[in-house]
């Protein structure tokens, strides 16, 4: 069985408006997404910036409450626990965050910090505390007098690692990265990635690897999940990526990575037309308005999510 | 953790700042001031009360008419008399002591006898004065000026730096010292400012803390309370609550101006720290401490409202100041403090002898608040400018 199994989570934001601050329309930011993560495995989900990939996210571990759906969690339901009945989860499912500035309070030292979050789940004996707290620092290679810190005292790439270790102080099983290297500097990127595919190595970790690029999802992950407005469009192996995907979608953002190759005489498609907005969906396909094969029946019907052989996915009328 | 604070950009920042600095060392002036009289030292409450001269004395730095001369000398020798008839200085003057400035009584008799002829001279001045000539007789200045001379003697020397500064700045129309009700009000101006601006703060802070974070309900009650205290004119909310305590065992207290003042005063820092917890906790690190588990009151005080800090200092600053200046009006509508002296008191009584020309209890009143006012808009500006973290 899976470690994690999520079945149709569905995430309207409400839209306040007018006089009587009423509820006047919906940002449809997820709709009906199901995927499963098995233990041990990297999945990443991939989709170009505002098509849910953080609130599915943090839909996975109630940071935003779903509106719809289930997830079970080692076979455990968590949508209908309640906030305090979630707490034993807590210490399993940890998340890194996007944004290493907005995700580090800037009052707390990195000691300070860490502390806090290993006093309260006891995680180690108080008289080890100081001990784990410089463990922790050196596995995510920060130097010891990184302790004593404060957050605006260090650069983006070690706020990221600091971000890190507060999520291994839980020693949690399942990791959700969202984005964990989309705001550093090229040169950092490939650091901070590294280490953690050194961590999940080392700890065994099972990742919910969220990026826009698709090339590093490709390089990481065992799997990975497309995403559109919202919707999966395909799920497939991350092996042989380029020759598997089907979706136009999917064979878009494979053309739009840079390609190291210049006699790669692959289709580097550059997609017309406008993405629709998540407030008023379309009727049929999500990406019919940029699909370059597009067909009549595309813009009336939605197309299902049908499994293809090896458990590929593909949302599409066209391909076969 | 203090050190940290002291080495912060902000605290250096405004270290930089000379004017800022310059407010800095007025205002700890002033505090010292408040420190010193809540102890018990400079002037004491029933000082302020005491005559230390004739009526409407002007201060050492204005020269005083041949008028107003004539009423002090006056006041002095019957005043003298007066005790030497009696033979007992303190029980005569159980009622006006000079602050310290005793007729000197020796031999009560001698004083008497010593008297008398100072009283015919007295006697003289004033007809030529009032048959408008005084000035026409060269003669008549310098007799005033021995006559003072004279009747200065028969008195001791002022008691200490407080005795003789409490005419320094004249006296109002009971004969009290100006500079020493002036003084004492900086003790319950400082007083009103400290204690109405940290409840204020403090109710803010925690109401529009709590509106921001919990949202629904709280939130909808909180901002309903705000928006209809902010509706009622604040001045008419202030003499309603200065009204009902009348009778009560607070009347003639500084209670009823307290309540007024914090019941009018937290809407401000209330309404700023809600839109800025509204702002932080959307931020990434609160979710962070939401997936650790932590509880909503924790990431609240521990997580939040530490980050608001800045706005907590700005908001107290100005607070202070709005308090002081409320006080005034206040009192000059007979509804603020009672039974002691503060600016306000002081600017109410002053409007009587403004119209005769006498200008030194409204100057002394006005400038002791100006300056502490000043210095304190100042070190708010300053504040803003150091501490917004838009700013560093
Ligand atoms: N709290 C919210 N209230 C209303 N709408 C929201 C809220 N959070 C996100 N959205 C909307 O939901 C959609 C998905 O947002 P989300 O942050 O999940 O995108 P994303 O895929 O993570 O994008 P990025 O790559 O830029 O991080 C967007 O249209 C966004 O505007
Ligand atoms: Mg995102």
Redesign the interface.
């Known amino acids: 069985m899976a470690l994690l199994e999520v079945h149709d989570l569905v995430k309207h934001f409400p839209v306040r408006g007018g006089l009587l601050n009423r509820v006047v329309g919906r940002v449809h930011a997820v709709n009906g997404v199901s995927f499963s993560v098995e233990r041990g495995d990297i999945l990443g989900i991939v989709g170009e910036s505002g098509c849910g990939k953080s609130t599915l996210g943090k839909c996975v571990i109630r940071l935003i409450e779903p509106t719809g759906g289930s997830l079970t969690y080692d076979g455990e339901e968590l949508f209908d626990l309640r906030h305090d009945e979630l707490m034993p989860f807590r210490r399993k499912m940890q998340i890194i965050f996007q944004d290493p500035y907005s995700s580090l309070n800037p009052r707390l030292t990195v000691k300070a910090l860490l502390k806090e979050v290993l006093a309260f789940h006891r995680i180690v004996p108080r008289e080890d505390l100081d001990a784990r707290i410089m463990e922790l620092i050196a596995q995510v290679g920060l130097r010891p007098e990184a302790a004593d810190k404060f957050p605006h005292e260090f650069s983006g790439g070690q706020r990221q690692r600091i971000g890190i270790a507060r999520a291994l102080a839980l020693e949690p099983e399942f990791i959700i990265a969202d984005e964990p290297v989309s705001a550093l500097d090229v040169s950092i990127q490939a650091q901070v990635l590294n280490l953690m595919m050194d961590l999940k190595r080392d700890l065994g970790l099972t990742l919910l690897f969220i990026s826009h690029d698709l090339k590093v999802i490709e390089h990481f992950c065992d799997c990975v999940v497309v995403m559109y407005l919202g919707f999966i469009v395909e799920e497939l192996s991350c092996d042989e990526l380029h020759e598997r995907a089907l979706h136009p979608y999917t064979k878009a953002l494979l053309g739009a990575n840079p390609v190291n190759d210049p006699d790669d005489a692959r289709d580097l498609t550059v997609l017309q037309g406008d993405v629709p907005s998540p407030y008023d969906l379309p009727k049929g396909c999500p990406f019919a308005s940029r699909c370059p094969v597009v067909e009549d029946r595309c813009r009336e019907e939605m197309p299902p999510l049908e499994e293809k052989k090896d458990g590929q996915r593909v949302a599409c009328f066209v391909v076969e | 953790m203090m050190r ?1 604070f002291f080495r912060s950009r902000g605290v250096r920042k405004l270290v930089r700042d000379r004017l800022a600095m310059v407010a800095l060392g007025v205002i700890s002036i002033y505090l010292a001031l408040f420190f010193m009289m809540w102890c018990g030292f400079l002037v004491e409450k029933e000082e302020t009360f005491e005559r230390v001269g004739a009526n409407t004395e002007v201060g050492f730095f204005e020269e005083p008419t041949i008028e107003q001369r004539l009423l002090y000398l006056e006041f002095y020798l019957d005043n003298l008399y007066s005790a030497a008839d009696s033979r007992t200085p303190e029980a005569s003057l159980a009622a006006i002591d000079l602050y310290g400035r005793l007729p000197t009584l020796t031999d009560p008799d001698a004083v008497i006898e010593r008297i008398d002829p100072l009283w015919e001279v007295y006697d003289e001045l004033v007809e030529l004065y009032e048959d408008d000539a005084f000035s026409d007789d060269p003669e008549s200045l310098p007799r005033l000026e021995e006559l003072e001379a004279e009747a200065a003697t028969l008195y001791t020397e002022p008691e200490g730096l407080m005795g003789r500064l409490a005419l320094a700045l004249g006296t109002d129309r009971q004969g009290r010292s100006i500079f020493l009700r002036a003084l004492y009000s900086i003790k319950i101006a400082v007083q009103i400012g400290l204690v109405c601006a940290l409840i204020s703060v403090a109710i803010g802070t925690i109401l529009g803390g709590a509106a921001a974070f919990f949202g629904g309900v709280v939130d909808h009650v909180i901002v309903w309370l705000y928006s209809t205290f902010s509706a009622i004119p604040y001045i008419v909310l202030l003499m309603v609550l200065a009204a009902m305590f009348l009778g009560s065992a607070f009347e003639g207290t500084l209670v009823p101006v307290y309540t007024a003042f914090c019941m009018t005063f937290w809407i401000a820092p209330c309404r700023v720290i809600r839109g800025e917890v509204m702002k932080l906790r959307e ?3 609160v ?8 509880g909503r009151g924790r990431i609240l005080l ?2 939040i409202i ?2 608001t800090t800045h706005l907590m200092f700005i908001n107290f600053s100005l607070l202070f100041i709005g308090a002081i200046k409320a006080e005034v009006i206040l009192s000059f509508l007979n509804l603020g403090v009672k039974n002691e002296p503060s600016w306000g008191v002081m600017i109410k009584q002053a409007t009587q002898e403004v119209i005769s020309g006498f200008f030194w209890q409204i100057g002394a009143a006005t400038v002791f608040m100006f300056v502490l006012v000043l210095a304190f808009n100042v070190l708010s500006d300053a504040l803003q400018d150091a501490f917004d973290p838009k700013h560093v």
Do not use: S
């Open positions: 940290r931020l990434e690190y979710q962070a401490a939401t997936a650790v588990g932590f521990k997580h530490p980050n």
